[in-house]
């Protein structure tokens, strides 16, 4: 079972994130360099924090990661400036 990275993020969040959009979606996931890129985030050599699934998944994992988080976000106003935010919809970075 070879394991093939389907998406780098620059961050431990955003990798969790896809990797739970993953699972739910009945793609099982693995998370290569989150300690060394959260420690060493400054390098910025490694890549990243990259999402990895088995090869016989990676075209359904690259279609799940393709849809919204969520459909139309409600807008917002910070607390501190006042400042009204249209939300709208997140999609993971490519």
Known sequence: MKLVTV???PNAAE???ARAVLEAGGVRTTIADESTGTTLWHVGAI???????????????RELLKTPLAADLP?????????HVDAGVYYFPK
């Open 75 to 83: 807008a917002w106003q910070c607390p501190s400036c006042l400042h």
């Open 15 to 17: 990798a969790h994130a």
């Open 47 to 61: 890549g990243g924090i990259k999402v990895q699934v088995t090869e016989e998944d990676l075209a359904q994992a």
């Open 7 to 9: 998406q780098s993020y």
